[in-house]
Each structure stands twice: as structure tokens, then as C-alpha cells.
């Protein structure tokens, strides 16, 4: 008997851009960064969701948050992880470098990295009474601004 095992495609780089989005971050980073940028997230791509042992990866539970949320029920800490995520706090951290020009002594900036906007209502709603409270000359939002790599990005949107 001649067995054959169909192959699972393999994830293959650069095939989900647009090629007006490619030619624009090129425009913007240069062909050599933009298309370095798009190997490394090809890269990550294909370790969650089509190339090895990608089973253990979080964003392929798709149980995952019930689980999670059933366990911290069942120990009760639930209510004191959703009192943690939503105790949202501004810091202030003065820098001093020798390599800052004097114009910028006083310059402020607001640094606001993974939101994670459509998990959690309560941090959200806590960041919008904060923000009008700091004053800063510049603002900069890095980091995961929605929980799942892909899919509908509405909730991140409208946090």
C-alpha cells in the first residue's frame, strides 16, 4: 500500500501585503528596512499561526480567556486582576543626557505603550479622566494596541 501525507502549505513571506502598502513603507523606510520589517514579522507570523509546534502559542487557544477567567473565579482573584488592569498610573521620569541639546530641557513626553484598547473597558475609560490632567509637548503610543495579531481590529479602535 503506497501511503501519501499531504504537506500543510508553508507559510511563505511577503504574500499578504498589499503592493501599495509595500511601495509606501519602502517609500517611507527604505526598500532594505521596510522589507527587513516584513521578514520579521513574516517570521513571527509563521511561528504562531503555520510553521512547527505552534499549537502552545496563546493566540491559538482560542479558550484561553475563558480558561483564564475560570481559574481566577475559581481562586478568586478575578475582581482583584480586573482592580490590577484598571489601576492605570502616570509616572514621571526625568532623563538628563549630556547628548540632549538645552532647547529640550523641560520637554516632555507622554508614552503610552500596549494599550490592549478592546480588552479592557475599565483602563480605558481611567485613561481618558488621566489625560487631561498631564501636560506634555509630545505623545507617543507604541507597543500592542489590540490583544490578536489579526481579525477585525474595532475593538482596539474604539477602545
Known amino acids: 500500500m503506497d501511503l501519501q501525507i499531504a504537506e500543510k502549505p508553508r507559510h511563505r513571506p511577503g504574500l499578504s501585503i498589499d503592493r501599495g502598502v509595500l511601495e509606501k513603507l519602502e517609500e517611507r523606510l527604505g526598500q532594505l528596512h521596510?522589507?527587513?520589517?516584513?521578514g520579521i514579522e513574516?517570521?513571527?507570523?509563521?511561528?504562531?499561526?503555520?510553521?512547527?509546534?505552534?499549537?502552545?502559542?496563546?493566540?491559538?487557544?482560542?479558550?484561553?480567556?475563558?480558561?483564564?477567567r475560570?481559574?481566577?473565579?475559581?481562586?478568586?482573584?478575578?475582581?482583584?486582576a480586573r482592580r490590577n488592569a484598571?489601576?492605570?498610573?502616570?509616572?514621571?521620569?526625568?532623563?538628563?543626557?549630556?547628548?540632549?541639546?538645552?532647547?529640550?530641557?523641560g520637554f516632555t513626553?507622554?508614552?503610552l505603550s500596549d494599550l490592549h484598547a478592546d480588552m479592557n473597558g475599565g483602563a480605558m475609560r481611567r485613561l481618558?479622566?488621566?489625560?487631561?490632567?498631564?501636560s506634555y509637548d509630545l505623545g507617543a503610543l507604541t507597543g500592542?494596541?489590540?490583544r490578536d495579531t489579526c481579525g477585525p481590529c474595532e475593538g482596539a479602535i474604539e477602545g
Open 109 to 111: 513626553i507622554l508614552h
Open 86 to 105: 484598571e489601576d492605570v498610573k502616570i509616572r514621571r521620569h526625568d532623563i538628563r543626557s549630556p547628548q540632549v541639546p538645552a532647547s529640550f530641557d
Open 128 to 134: 481618558i479622566d488621566l489625560l487631561p490632567t498631564v
Open 34 to 38: 521596510a522589507r527587513q520589517r516584513l
Open 144 to 146: 500592542d494596541y489590540r
Open 42 to 68: 513574516d517570521e513571527r507570523e509563521g511561528r504562531v499561526f503555520g510553521q512547527g509546534i505552534n499549537f502552545f502559542h496563546p493566540e491559538n487557544w482560542y479558550l484561553s480567556p475563558s480558561v483564564i
Open 70 to 80: 475560570t481559574a481566577l473565579m475559581a481562586t478568586g482573584l478575578y475582581w482583584r
